[in-house]
């Protein structure tokens, strides 16, 4: 399954870097782009699993950039 996603309040680029890196590392995703010029985020994982994966998406956005908002 492939999603994207608008983010809220996030900073600068190399904050979204550091979230795509940490996202293509949860056991179940495909690819994942994050992206700081369009404030958008595409996920490509696994559909069985896809809400578990997004909740551990959400948790390291929120390490990376506290402030940030993924509007599901």
């Known amino acids: 399954m492939k999603k994207k996603f608008k983010l809220t309040d996030l900073d600068c ?13 949860i056991d179940g995703v495909k690819d994942a ?4 010029m369009t404030q958008k985020m595409m996920i490509e994982a696994d559909d069985d699993r896809f809400d578990e994966i997004m909740k551990e998406v959400v948790a390291v956005c929120r390490k990376v950039e506290p402030d940030c908002i993924i509007n599901m």
């Open 33 to 36: 782009s994050v992206s700081f």
């Open 13 to 25: 680029a190399n904050c979204a870097a550091k979230m795509e890196a940490g996202i293509k590392k």
